[in-house]
């Protein structure tokens, strides 16, 4: 692994969280239960119980009445008529472990569904604040694995919790009763077995948690590797690619091996506890009945102290599947724990109808504390008015459509649309008014209709069509063999950028929106289509307000009003003939443009 392979894995590593257990926690991932408690939760608990009692009853007919009346008595009569009933009782619990665990997996599977469900609707309504700071691979880590490995919690652990505790209090019961001094004798190993299980608890957590963070890493780094392929065999980093996926992906396996290993401890540790009981109960036990204990009884008491390490390896088990579920559940509350940074007020209004007029109030606006993006902004829109935003790589021009959208709300200052400040406003009916067009579109896997239907989810076919030849993309849309049900396969591969790029112009005019920002959005595109795109802007801009963002002389000489904007300041505004009447930034803008297209 190179130098720079090494620089770059150990920049990202992570560290597991010190928390004590969270009790309120674990009740609150077991909330999840309350939609089922009238209907699975009961029925999973009847049938666990009837087979938790048959197995009590069981070991008493057999060692009891079996061996100290019928076989002692020779009462043949009595000797049948136990073995049917015991029969009897295998077949009912066999029968109620049946039902037990299909409806124990169906509420694990109804639980997990809930979880993953509420964690996704919960990210979907998150400020976008929220994806800058984290990446996609990290995201999906918590949506399928964290989630994932909940589902044997759930599936059989918490019934099965339920069902060994139980059973192990009924043993306990059942063994004092037959011999309180043989019980006593062999629970002797119990507080050591106690002590030593409690200090592998720690160790098991934060080795699962480990894991998660580890996880996380590794599908970041596989989303970021897949979808910046080309990027990749382009610069021919692909071993260098493949040396810091070595590098994650070893970690990822020792995260396993470690946690699994600790793991592993548990069981053996049950199993030598058990061979200890069983030790003493052989020697107490003989001692026992020489002095008059019956052969029933201590047969009796074989079998429950038998049964008695079976729930408590099963428990173990379950708290090892606690563990790794708390370590997830850590993780999926952290996001559903996690506030929009844009959020509604209780009184929020909703927008019907708009005209269309905008207002920065001496707006201020920072990504971070060291990153001031807009500095006292105040500028108007007027409603129908089309507007271009015109500077520098990083002069705000990006940061005033988000606020718009209110995907940001200002740091200072106000935004207004016909007199509202936004924050005042529902954000679904601001964003139904609202459409933005990016250079970098995003066309989902699907057909073409569906894409372009994905801007106004309820229209009909020949909407969609409308909207497609409107902006000129019809033409191409026509050529391809299944038209209109052409797949695009993921991020529209299939598609040229320029076709991407008009398929989304579909989108964003079929929503019909009162205002339309086009941010860079023929940047990408040819001489060609952008001349297609123009014609159609004429027609569809009018009557809109519309924000367009751009560096080309074509696309902003025909604003109504043009925004200068240098470091989040506005420095100049005006029409285009103005602008360069005035000799500043924006005459440069345009000058620096020709020498530019003259160069080439």
């Known amino acids: 692994m190179s130098s720079n392979t090494k620089k770059r894995f150990h920049y990202s590593q992570d560290q597991a969280i010190e928390k004590q257990f969270n009790w309120q926690q674990l009740i609150r991932l077991f909330g999840f239960i309350k939609p089922y408690r009238s209907n699975l939760l009961p029925k999973a608990i009847v049938t666990m119980l009837i087979t938790t009692i048959v197995r009590l009853i069981i070991p008493i007919i057999i060692g009891v009445l079996l061996f100290d009346h019928a076989i002692k008595n020779k009462d043949e009569n009595l000797l049948v008529q136990l073995i049917i009933g015991i029969f009897s009782l295998y077949i009912l619990s066999w029968v109620a472990n049946t039902f037990r665990i299909k409806w124990t997996n169906q509420l694990g599977q109804h639980i997990i ?19 800058d700071q984290r990446s996609g691979g990290s995201i999906l880590v918590r ?33 004092f009763v037959l011999s309180p001094q043989l019980t006593l004798a062999i629970m002797i190993i119990l507080p050591i077995m106690f002590f030593i299980s409690t200090r592998l608890r720690r160790n098991i957590r934060r080795s699962w948690q480990m894991v998660r963070i580890k996880q996380a890493k590794m599908n970041s780094h596989l989303n970021e590797s897949i979808q910046g392929i080309r990027v990749t065999q382009s610069y021919t980093q692909e071993k260098e690619n493949m040396g810091f996926f070595e590098g994650v992906n070893g970690e990822t396996f020792e995260s396993w ?51 008695f390490w079976e729930p408590i390896s099963r428990m173990g088990q379950v708290y090892n599947q606690l563990l790794v579920a708390m370590a997830s559940s850590e993780r999926i509350f952290e996001f559903l724990d996690e506030k929009p940074n844009v959020s509604e007020r209780e009184n929020a209004i909703t927008f019907e109808e708009i005209d269309g007029k905008i207002e920065f109030k001496n707006v201020e606006f920072a990504y971070d504390e060291k990153r001031k993006a807009l500095n006292g902004i105040n500028l108007t829109i007027g409603a129908g008015e089309t507007v271009a935003l015109v500077g520098h790589t990083g002069s705000g021009k990006t940061t005033i459509a988000n606020l718009i959208s209110r995907f940001y709300d200002p740091t200072k200052g106000s935004v207004e649309i016909d007199g509202t400040d936004l924050k005042d ?38 909407e969609v069509i409308r909207a497609a030849e409107a902006v000129g993309a019809g033409a191409f849309i026509e050529k391809l063999d299944n038209q209109y049900e052409t797949e695009v396969e993921e991020r529209g591969n299939v598609l040229s950028v320029g076709e991407r790029q008009l398929i989304s112009f579909s989108r964003a005019l079929l929503a019909d929106p009162r205002i339309l920002i086009l941010d860079e959005a023929t940047a990408s595109i040819d001489t060609e289509t952008e001349l297609k795109i123009q014609n159609a802007l004429q027609t569809l801009l009018k009557g809109r307000t519309a924000i367009i963002i751009a560096h080309r002389l074509s696309t902003i000489r025909e604003s109504d009003n043009i925004f200068v904007l240098d470091h989040g300041s506005l420095i ?16 440069d803008l345009i000058v620096s443009q020709f020498k530019m297209l003259d160069a080439m």
């Open 572 to 587: 100049e505004q005006g029409d285009h003939d103005e602008l360069m009447a005035q000799k500043g930034e924006y005459y």
């Open 425 to 462: 406003v529902k954000l679904d009916s601001l964003r139904q008014k609202v459409s933005v067009v990016l250079q970098d579109t995003f066309i989902f896997s699907g057909t073409i209709m569906e894409n372009i239907r994905f801007g106004k989810p309820d229209a009909t076919d020949e």
């Open 257 to 307: 091996k470690d946690a699994t290993r600790k793991s592993a401890v548990f069981r053996p540790f049950v199993e030598m506890s058990n061979a200890i009981g069983t030790a003493i109960l052989v020697w107490y036990g003989v001692y026992l009945i020489q002095n008059g204990m019956d052969y029933g009884v201590f047969v009796t008491f074989a079998f429950y102290l038998g049964m």
């Open 143 to 175: 949506i399928i694995n964290d989630v994932n490995s909940l589902q044997e919690l759930f599936t059989n652990g918490v019934i099965n919790l339920l069902m060994d505790f139980i059973l192990l209090v009924g043993i306990l019961v059942i063994m």
């Open 113 to 131: 569904y809930d979880i993953r469900q509420t964690l996704f609707k919960h990210i979907q309504r998150l400020s976008h604040r929220f994806f």
